[in-house]
């Protein structure tokens, strides 16, 4: 009973994290640029939520607050990169490395709790008595289904497809006339946005903020995405690729809630996400080099039991 409740909690939670996890898929396999704004950006969307929450804002509003706010860390970010022609990574690394002290100044201590405070779990779970995390699953469905609908028409558009021609070619992209600074720095706002949006429904469902939550959130994206290749494949269509970065994280979540039942201490988990993601990304691997081992074995090979008749 009780390792099924910790899947049922780790599955909502996998969830609300998978919105994070389609904000890396955004710079790490359309933009191609390893962003690592990422941890200081779901920090950010999480303390100013929480801040918003305890000055009676409500807590709907507060979402779209947090995502303005990561927009404008992608666009800080972006600016660095193109404009001061400073490298995707250490650009993140100065963004993020910013943010901390400005969560601190948002929150103006290191956590807020919110226990007190009304959040959209709560309210919706009085409405419908629904428990905590039936109405996270819920929530996180709905806000899933629409943001992976919005996201497969965004880049749908001329604006989207720009920005994924820079992503896989950008001199040639650039050829065409396009502006690739401009779909760079719009990439990057859009991709923290979401990675905000997490942060803040995160905060909301766990009843506290801390400037040190968004700590790992890039290798747990990146593991979410490795995860969701692994088992959707790489040779799908752009919506199943999105869907697939959340079902990642679902899964993630689960793995991780499953061992922890088992006993691993939790100062471990670092180390198992690391495992984690270093094993779905060799396991293609080998898999791709025994298949073409297996075509150049003569013994497979068609012609070899052909004989004279």
């Known amino acids: 009973m009780g390792i099924m409740l910790a899947i049922q909690g780790a599955v909502s939670q996998g969830i609300l994290w998978g919105i994070m996890a389609l904000g890396i898929y955004l710079t790490y396999r359309i933009l191609d640029v390893a962003d690592l704004t990422v941890d200081g950006s ?4 999480g303390c100013t939520c929480a801040a918003l929450i305890t000055a009676g804002i409500n807590p709907w509003l507060s979402l779209v607050a947090a995502v303005i706010a990561g927009m404008l860390a992608g666009f800080v970010t972006g600016l660095l990169h193109t404009r001061c022609e400073i ?19 948002i929150m103006g201590r290191s956590n807020t709790p919110l226990l007190k405070s009304p959040t959209i779990f709560k309210q919706l779970s ?12 819920i929530v996180g469905l709905v806000f899933v289904a629409g943001l992976i609908s919005v996201l497969y028409w965004f880049f749908g558009t001329e604006i989207g497809s720009a920005i994924r021609a820079t992503g896989d070619n950008e ?23 979401l990675v ?4 803040a429904m995160v905060t909301q469902s766990q009843g506290y903020a801390d400037v040190k939550q968004g700590t790992g959130a890039i290798v747990i994206g990146l593991a979410s995405i490795i995860i969701g290749e692994v088992i959707f494949g790489k040779k799908t269509s752009f919506g199943t690729k999105l869907l697939s970065v959340v079902v990642g994280s679902a899964v993630y979540r689960i793995i991780v809630a499953v061992v922890l039942q088992l006993g691993l201490n939790t100062d471990d988990l670092k180390l198992l996400t690391a495992l984690l993601v270093a094993a779905a990304l060799t396991v293609p691997v080998i898999l791709e080099k025994r298949k073409q081992a297996a075509s150049y074995d003569p013994m497979t090979d068609g012609s070899a039991g052909k004989g004279g008749n």
Do not use: D, E, H
């Open 42 to 45: 779901f920090a950010l969307g």
């Open 87 to 105: 490298p995707a990574i250490l650009a993140g690394i100065l963004t993020q490395i910013g943010l901390y002290s400005i969560n601190l100044r």
């Open 126 to 137: 009085g409405v419908t008595g629904l428990g905590q995390n039936w109405i996270s699953m």
């Open 171 to 193: 001199r040639m992209a650039r050829s065409l006339g396009m502006n690739t600074n401009r779909n760079k720095v719009l990439g990057l706002a859009i991709s923290n946005g």
């Open 196 to 199: 905000a949006l997490s942060g």
